[in-house]
């Protein structure tokens, strides 16, 4: 892999899956930018993954994708590159951040919710509830490969409960008691975004923000592990019509898409077998409460 510190434009260091590398392609596409591509596969997903080598590392040093690499400075954590990249670029593209200081407010508090924010506990949001909902997959992945093998790579994540945690889901499925924590706060969540939608708007501030591209990421893994039932079947009619109206945007197949990739494709059928996720009626419950 090589350094792009030096480069000038934007470059991206992305895993094509990854819920966060698809916010920040989303802003970028929404914006009409070009950028360079440096995919890094997980190894959570494949052994000889990228993001624990010393040169990605160097890059960003807690092993996360995605990075966004702008004129040589590196900006981390998606919520924080897409605002980046809005604020950036003010005159190109979708304006994604709300001229009313009230919804520019209420911008950030559902960005706070729907970020993977490492520091927070798992479950505690939308944004950390959804990758437990999704560990399946990832254990599915991480089991194709040799155990000592992925335990000895992991050793090397800078980040203490990502080390222990994906080296736990090879012994173990997720405990029930947070699985049940991130099943209820996504049907809470959904249920915040139901009412919210029920206003009127076409998106979630109205006009079309960084909080509906997280929205869209978030969504598209709900259909992934096999929770698209949720964004479809009409208990939740406002969710059903913006799940309609993001994916009608030309950001969503630029960005989500046409990134499809075969490892995570191969795991999404192995796991859920064409079949409703165990989670579905459980997470529907609390949303249509
Ligand atoms: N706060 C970071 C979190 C990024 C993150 O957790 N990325 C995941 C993929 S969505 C990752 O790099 N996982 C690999 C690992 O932890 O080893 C962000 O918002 O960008």
Not at 39 to 53: A, K, S, W
Not at 60 to 89: C, E, M
Not at 115 to 123: N, P, Q, T, V
Not at 199 to 222: C, K, N, P, V, W
Request: include cysteine.
């Amino acid at each position: 892999m090589s350094i792009a510190m030096h480069e000038a434009g934007i470059t991206l260091y992305h895993y094509p899956e990854s819920l966060c590398s698809q916010m920040v392609r989303l802003a970028l596409e929404e914006k009409g930018l070009s950028w360079k591509s440096h995919p890094i596969m997980l190894n959570d997903v494949v052994l000889e993954g990228d993001n624990l080598t010393p040169e990605y590392l160097a890059i960003n040093p807690k092993g996360f994708v995605p990075t966004l690499v702008h004129n040589g400075k590196p900006v981390y954590d998606s919520w924080v590159i897409i605002d980046y990249i809005d604020r950036a670029n003010p005159e190109s593209g979708t304006q994604l951040t709300p001229k009313d200081p009230f919804n520019r407010e209420r911008m950030k508090a559902l960005m706070v919710e729907a970020s993977l924010d490492e520091s927070k506990f798992f479950g505690v949001s939308l944004g950390t509830a959804i990758p437990i909902l999704s560990a399946p997959v990832i254990r599915y992945c991480i089991k194709q490969q040799p155990f000592l093998q992925f335990w000895w790579k992991y050793r090397k994540h800078p980040v203490f409960h990502r080390r222990w945690g994906a080296r736990l889901v090879t012994l173990m499925p997720v405990p029930s008691l947070l699985a049940a924590k991130c099943e209820r706060t996504t049907g809470l969540a959904l249920r915040n975004i139901e009412s919210l939608l029920a206003s009127g708007g076409d998106y979630l501030l109205g006009e079309y923000s960084q909080a509906d591209i997280m929205m869209t990421a978030h969504f598209h893994r709900l259909e992934d592990v096999a929770l698209g039932a949720l964004l479809a079947d009409g208990q939740l009619p406002n969710i059903a019509a913006y799940w309609r109206r993001v994916q009608a945007r030309s950001s969503y197949s630029k960005a989500i898409v046409d990134w499809h990739e075969p490892n995570w494709r191969k795991a999404l059928q192995a796991v859920f077998k064409g079949e409703a996720s165990p989670s579905l009626d459980r997470i529907r419950k609390i949303a249509v409460a």
